[in-house]
């Protein structure tokens, strides 16, 4: 496949807009081209329209803003000659099969003759897609079904056309995964293909398991959300996220298309959803679906629930099942979801009688959406987010055990489930070893591996690569020589465990000769910061020496990385936030993820960073600034004081590096998966180029008491305006004594060790502030800040 650097969108409706969007986010030049229509007596692009629109969308489908005036924009009637140098164009048009045709025989004379050609269809089959093409385009054609909103959902659909080249979709593959950051199957070419068949499929069961067995709309997002391994959005939120129309255009498509589907009869729309799209009731993108949001007594918001009998709005009812409580503190989603599933109170018949349904399903769909389970399982993962697919589930509540029960009730065991439990087979996965296997039909194989992708809880289950392991934190060897520091603490905060393995981490990495170390883990979010409880404790019994002792241990294992005589490459993902973000900071290197959200929040706290941020903060631009021989230190200065003193966080990885807690050598994955290999290649990098550890900064510059005094008079005026509150100013003050060296004059220095000094005294000042106590407590009972 020739390398594809430049693409061009064809359609610039939702999906076409944001998948513009997305090809950018992955450094290609692209090209959006769509309808020019007449408005008001002028001639308008559609395409303009929409990348004007995605200016102010929120989310952004965007990683940074500003690069939207990447996308170059186009019409149908004027500009097709743009194609001509595209490698890969992708069609995004109304799902109508004759305007797709239509539009494939206008553009067929502007075709490059090895670009690609792809549909992002999510319903019409390929194979009467490509019936107009010409012979020697058809082993260029596929389908490539992105999910909505194509930046943050992982899945990528690859259906191959009747012609398509193999080796061509190998190498998209590995396009897909590695420079769209995808998680990319391949799927049949059926109606709907792999995760809206089981999905929708799934969503139905529910629906009408619901109005069978009288459960309310509550119930059953409260029991079919993480509960049973599914997300947040449950069933009746997501349906709102997708929008009802959209949701009932999915279903009506696979009743008409799959007639021999046995499960037909279950895509057939109740009345009451059909009733809410006649009203309008779509979801969010109308404002109100099975849900919607409204201003309750004294103008405070809620939630309200739409009343399947009336259709009228009340309010959100409290669901009172008291078994969820009990199940929902079982961590492990395997334990949990098998626990739930043979419950015999009411929330566990209705898991039991709604996944079963999923998991009979699924295994009879093998063959028709999907080649082997292992397509099914990822697209279900990365498509809904479900947490474990459905052979895993199938695995999770025992093979043989669900065979039973289905047995047990007169319902028909899948033939493939019987084989194999006829074989001795007893699950569908073998994952006791790092080279996963999965049933096949036949026999186990080695489940097929993604480029570049390195899962630490697999590579762990070699017991000879964990090198040294704690409670909240693990030493575990990469190969090739990289030493890898793991976080893996409830939410990955960062405690007593973490501090001591990161000095172990450096001690064992310089004295065994190791080639360096990176700061990696995987799980929700990279690290939301210290342990606030803790401090928050001492704080209040005025153990004040043990919380100097706390911050002393922090600022110690952060310089260590700082000054490790081996590369420290960290690897930041999701929350990054307060403490997380210090440690990152005090890498040689960051290869973030794309999606890291970084920050210094510590202000929302009461607090200040004092683990060697703001030092570091400091150092990376006032310092730096100095070096490069500016005179004006204050623009460098205010930067890092409005970083910090307003608790900035990043949308994205690049948004980090504009906000300047990423450098520009520093590297960003799109794929999270890679993210702990991309460190792994950075650390061999900078070991290869003969590393050396940085000087320790003893002449650091200050602005002394000028520069203090600037900031003061600005957190005065910000006072007065009504901005910010008078602890936001005892926070800020602190702050800034710490950027300027406070009472010292222009042209005194500092040394790296005197910030830090500085940094730790004002937190512990700040510590003995009342209001500081009630910012922490509000954090921890409430997860928003407080502004008092």
Known sequence: MKEIQKVAVLGAGVMGATIAAHLVNAGCDVVLLDLQIDKDGKQVNLADL?????????????????????????????????????????????????????LFESILPHLDKSALLTSNTSGIPINELSEVLPEDIQPRFFGTHFFNPPRYMKLLEVIPGPKTDPELLKSFHEFGETTLGKGVVFAKDCPNFIANRIGVMAMMAVIHTMIEDEYGIEEVDKIMGPLTGRPKSAVFRTADLVGLDTFVHVS??????????????????????????????????????????????????????????????????????????????????????????????????????????????????????????????????????????????????????????LEAEGREVPKLVRDMLDQG????????????????????????ERPNVLILADHKKDKTKIVKTSAG?????????????????????????TIGMTAQ???????????????????????AGANLMLLLMEAQEGNFEDIDLMVRGFQRATTSLRYCKRPVVVAPYGLTLG?????????????????????????????????????????????????????????ALQKVFEAIGMAKVSTSGEEA???????????????????????????????????????????????????????????????EGGYITPHDKTIATHLGRILTGGNLTPGQTMTEQD????????????????????????MLTTNKPLRN
């Not at 004027?78 to 004759?98: G, M, P, R």
């Not at 973000?581 to 999606?595: K, R, T």
């Open 425 to 448: 087979v007893t699950s569908f996965y073998d994952l006791a070893t790092p080279q996963a296997k999965y049933f096949d039909g036949k026999e186990m194989a080695a489940v097929p």
């Open 755 to 778: 910030m830090l000094d500085l940094e730790r005294e004002a937190f512990l000042r700040l510590t003995g502030e009342r209001k500081t106590l009630e910012r922490i407590h509000h």
């Open 657 to 719: 590096r504009d906000l300047g807690f990423l450098k520009d050598t520093d590297g960003i994955t799109l794929n999270g998966d890679a993210l702990v290999t991309a460190a792994k290649k950075q650390v061999l990098g900078l070991a290869a180029a003969g590393y050396t550890p940085p000087p320790v900064p003893n002449d650091i510059p200050i602005l002394g008491e000028p520069g203090f005094a600037a900031l003061k008079m600005a957190l005065y005026m910000m006072e």
């Open 50 to 102: 929409a990348v004007n629109t995605m200016k102010k969308a929120k989310p952004s489908p965007i990683f940074f803003r500003p690069w939207l005036s990447r996308i170059q924009t186009g019409n149908f009637q004027n500009d097709l000659a743009l194609l001509s140098d595209a490698d890969w164009v992708i069609e995004v048009v109304k799902e109508d099969i004759k305007i797709k045709h239509k």
């Open 252 to 405: 009506e498509n696979l009743y008409e298309a799959a007639p021999e589907d046995e499960k037909r009869d279950l895509f057939k729309i109740p009345p009451f959803v059909k009733q809410m799209v006649e009203k309008g009731l779509l979801g969010n993108k109308s404002g109100s679906g099975f849900y919607k949001k409204s201003k309750g007594p004294g103008g405070k918001r809620e939630i309200q629930t739409l009343d399947l009998e009336t259709l009228e709005y009340r309010p959100k009812a409290k669901v009172k099942l008291p078994s969820i409580e009990m199940f929902k503190n079982i961590e492990d989603v395997v334990e949990r979801i098998a626990k739930v599933s043979f419950s015999e109170d009411r929330v566990g018949k209705f898991v039991w009688k709604t996944l079963s349904e999923v998991l009979v399903y699924s295994v009879n769909r093998l063959g028709e959406v999907a080649d082997d389970i292992v397509n099914v399982d990822r697209a279900m993962r990365w498509g809904f987010n479900w947490e474990l697919g459905p052979f895993e589930t199938w695995d999770a509540l025992g093979v043989a055990k669900v065979a039973e029960k």
């Open 579 to 635: 403490g997380g973000c210090e440690f990152s900071l005090h890498g040689d290197a960051i290869q973030a993820s794309a999606e890291t959200y970084m920050g210094l929040v510590e202000v929302g706290v009461g607090l200040i960073p004092a683990g060697g941020g703001t030092k570091e903060m400091f150092l990376r631009h006032v310092y730096q600034a100095h070096k490069r021989g500016e005179k004006n230190l204050l623009p």
């Open 505 to 527: 981490a450096v001690k064992i990495a310089e004295e065994q000769g190791w080639e360096g170390l990176v700061v990696a883990n995987q799980g929700g979010n990279f690290s």
């Open 473 to 497: 934190a693990s030493l575990v060897d990469l190969g090739d020589g990289v030493l890898c520091l793991e976080f893996h603490s409830k939410m990955n905060a960062i405690g007593g465990d």
